[in-house]
């Protein structure tokens, strides 16, 4: 068996950040360097390797393939020796599991069905992290992760995908005379929530109108919220019609706080993604964990 030398420690942690990051100068602050010194260790690691880990394009870095590969690898070695040395100086803790979830599917989705996870697992301590931010920007350990797909994951590790649908919603009575459920076109004479990030790495007002066929006009009255739970909220209020993912908005629909603005609908089949974090890869407790979201998400 032949021995092959590893990379020494100090390129594979810049490169561990800069692929979970997919991004150096966040990278270069994580670790107290220099952008220049991110950039060079990942050089030399690329050089060393032969391989090609990340592409550069417009002042942007993203992760080939092969990066992808080494990066899930790294992360989890090091996120295995941070718990072995927490363990062993008995700082650690394995008995809690840590899903992080996006901040809507966290308050609307995931909170009504908690019940039926603690029946089925007592004994599990879950601690339930909610964000806003991409995966890339995650700045503590997770052990699962569930965020819409299409928003950037880094090397993180896909498990599976759901699916979702999405369709316009307003609350009872919003659109006056006008007779509900509206056509596509009409919705245009009516004032539109969103939520608008940059950038805008999931879907929006243009995309649904444009799987519906119908043309986006710029001159519609759109008002923006800095996150989707704001979105949901100014609809039920009555400010103006919202899209609406069917597992999302749901339960506001079964309570009569919202109801279907149009019957068109975008079913999106692979619209959820399921990540599990570096490390603890045998661990019984997330593996029942994962189970479980599984079975709900489908």
């Known amino acids: 068996m032949h021995s092959v030398s590893l990379p020494p420690l100090s390129r594979l942690r810049p490169f561990e950040a800069a692929a979970r990051h997919e991004n150096f100068s966040k990278a270069a602050e994580e670790l107290g360097l220099t952008q220049t010194a991110i950039s060079r260790q990942i050089g030399q690691l690329e050089g060393e390797l032969g391989l090609k880990l990340f592409e550069r394009r417009n002042r942007s870095v993203f992760l080939t393939e ?21 363990l062993l100086t008995g700082a650690g803790d394995l008995g809690t599991v840590i899903l992080r979830c996006q901040l809507c599917e966290a308050f609307y989705w995931l909170m009504p069905r908690l019940s039926r996870f603690h029946a089925l697992y007592p004994e599990l301590q879950l601690q339930v992290v909610s964000a806003i931010e991409p ?26 995908t759901a699916s979702d649908e999405i369709f316009p919603v307003c609350a009872p009575g919003f659109a006056g005379e006008a007779s509900l459920p509206l056509e596509v076109n009409e919705l245009l004479r009516f004032r539109l929530l969103t939520h608008r990030v940059v950038p805008q790495d999931w879907f929006d007002w243009p995309d ?5 066929g119908e043309r986006w006009q710029p001159s519609t009255r759109v008002v923006c919220f800095d996150s989707y739970p704001l979105v949901l909220q100014a609809a039920v209020a009555g400010q103006g019609i919202a899209l609406g993912w ?10 009569g706080k919202l109801v279907r603005a149009s019957a068109a609908s975008i079913k999106r089949p692979t619209e959820i993604s399921v990540f599990r974090g570096p490390g603890r890869g045998g661990h019984a407790n997330v593996d ?11």
């Open 288 to 298: 029942r964990l994962i189970q479980w979201l599984r079975a709900e998400l489908q």
């Open 135 to 160: 995966l890339t920007q995650a700045g503590e350990h997770f052990d699962v992760a569930i965020q819409t797909s299409g928003r950037p994951s880094g090397s993180a590790r896909l498990l599976f």
């Open 208 to 212: 649904w109108f444009d799987a519906c």
């Open 246 to 255: 069917q597992r999302t908005v749901s339960g506001l629909l079964a309570e």
């Open 66 to 86: 092969e990066g992808r590969r080494l990066g899930r690898v790294v992360g989890e070695a090091l996120s295995l020796i941070s718990q072995e040395v927490s």
